[in-house]
């Protein structure tokens, strides 16, 4: 059984069957590349933006979608949502994030869609269109990184937590599901301030969440200071344990998207453990078992391991499709 609550079956619970994610470049950009912010972006990323390049490349959404479904082929997940994962899709005028956001969200057989952006790229206004996509599971992944505003201003994120409180709020007010992004050995923290990142969540409408290792990426500003040797990743024992306690201190209705960065092809320049994601789950995986932890046991450590992390079981029910706010439009 697994110890938190996976976004694998949170899908299993909700479509009856498996369920991945397509990456889909739609040519956005960033505030804090464009100059808007700044033009060198968050240390930690680089001219990427997390993004496959295949916008930039010619492939329009569709393209994409039907090349990575039909790369998946007879053996890949039966159903499949698309991932808007390069840069931030909610930048810019809302005529075209919308515009955007239709044609992802008419895309064929599509299960839905997760949304990735910054905290301060949304207003009501984007919100709102949103919330009014036709589309039957709709997440937003919304970078925080850190709880601690020094460290953000150290990273250069150009945002800082009350930006991302604010976020989640909105987002809340019109039934939008939240996916919060913290990182793990940002430069000048101690690793455990990623608890600390975990216990704001914990007070936060958030539905789910993704935890990072900090990856030193080839043309990312922070390559510079690992050159200069003034910046030493976590180790992965050392990020493995940190996780577990991160994941035993999280509510265990979050589902967890994701628990170890991925870095692309040809990026990664340290730590060299971060290529071999499969043995950095596994050591999770281990450290949950060794402490004899589970998500959510040391907000409750006399409650039984919840069930609902079981594929097959019924998602608890701080899942069930939140009833919209009042002011929020309603989805198709
Ligand atoms: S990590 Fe995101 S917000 Fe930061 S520069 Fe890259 S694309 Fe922009």
New binding site residues.
């Given amino acids: 059984m697994l110890r938190y609550y996976a976004l694998s079956a949170y899908f299993r619970q909700r479509f009856g069957c498996r369920v991945g994610k397509v990456p889909l470049d739609a040519g956005a950009t960033?505030p804090?590349?464009d100059g808007t912010l700044s033009t060198g972006?968050?240390a930690f990323?680089n001219e990427r933006?997390?993004g496959t390049g295949r916008h930039g490349a010619g492939a329009g959404l569709r393209a994409q979608w039907d090349a990575w479904r039909a790369a998946g082929g007879a053996r890949g997940p039966r159903r499949h949502l698309g991932y808007l994962q390069s840069?931030?899709n909610t930048y810019g005028p809302a005529a075209r994030v919308r515009a955007v956001l239709e044609e992802a969200a008419a895309l064929p057989g599509l299960a839905g869609l997760c949304v990735g952006t910054?905290p301060d790229c949304l207003d009501d206004e984007k919100a709102r269109i949103l919330a009014g996509l036709p589309v039957g599971e709709l997440w937003l992944d919304l970078?925080l990184q850190s709880a601690r505003d020094a460290t953000l201003e150290r990273v250069n994120?150009g945002h800082t937590v009350a930006d991302f409180v604010r976020a989640v709020e909105l987002c809340h007010r019109h039934g939008l599901k939240v996916c919060a992004h913290l990182m793990a050995g940002l430069p000048g923290e101690e690793p455990p301030a990623l608890l600390g990142g975990v216990a704001l969540l914990n007070g936060l409408p958030v539905a789910g969440v993704k935890l990072h290792n900090l990856l030193v990426c080839r043309g990312a500003p922070l390559a510079a200071a690992w050159r200069r040797g003034e910046l030493r990743p976590l180790e992965r024992a050392q990020y493995a344990d940190l996780v577990a306690r991160a994941l035993a201190a999280l509510r265990p209705d979050v589902v967890v998207h994701r628990l170890a960065a991925d870095p692309a092809p040809g990026e990664l320049l340290a730590p060299a453990w971060a290529a071999r994601k499969a043995e950095t789950l596994a050591a999770v995986a281990s450290a949950l078992e060794a402490a004899d932890l589970w998500q959510g046991k040391a907000l409750d450590p006399g409650a039984p391991v919840p069930l609902w992390f079981d594929p097959g079981a019924s998602p608890p029910p701080s899942l069930a499709p939140r009833a919209a706010a009042p002011d929020a439009t309603p989805r198709a």
Wanted: net charge positive; glycine share 24%; aromatic share 8%.
């Fill in positions: 960033c804090n590349r972006g968050c990323c933006g997390s840069f931030t910054r970078g994120r």
